[in-house]
């Protein structure tokens, strides 16, 4: 469930913040590939009621304490994006026991 859209300038940014790039230089095909991990990371994180500012501030800002204190932006950077989509959408499904 997409409750919104992150839009395009704010993708950039958070782009350029994961990749240490300013905005006029062009993206490669490795690149491309951490951008479209994190947008997936930063949706999910907009999925759980956040407007994507904030979910932006908490993705590069908040530690987890389930991947030994690392943000999620550290997680994005050692390849580990699906472990943190996957972590908040069962957040996002709330408790289960």
């Known amino acids: 469930m997409v409750t919104d ?3 395009c300038a704010q993708l950039l940014a958070f782009a350029c913040v994961v990749l240490g790039m300013r ?4 993206f490669g095909h490795g690149n491309a590939l951490i951008l479209l991990t994190a947008r997936r ?3 999910a994180a907009v999925d759980l ?3 994507p500012k904030t979910a932006l501030y ?3 800002n908040f530690p987890i304490r389930s ?9 994005i950077e050692a390849g580990r994006s699906d472990d943190v989509v996957g972590y908040l959408e069962s957040l ?3 408790y289960v026991g």
């Open 5 to 7: 859209f992150i839009p």
């Open 23 to 26: 905005p006029a230089i062009k």
């Open 41 to 43: 990371v930063l949706q």
């Open 49 to 51: 009621g956040n407007d």
């Open 58 to 60: 908490h993705v590069k």
């Open 67 to 75: 991947f030994e204190y690392k943000t999620a932006l550290e997680m």
């Open 92 to 94: 996002s499904a709330g």
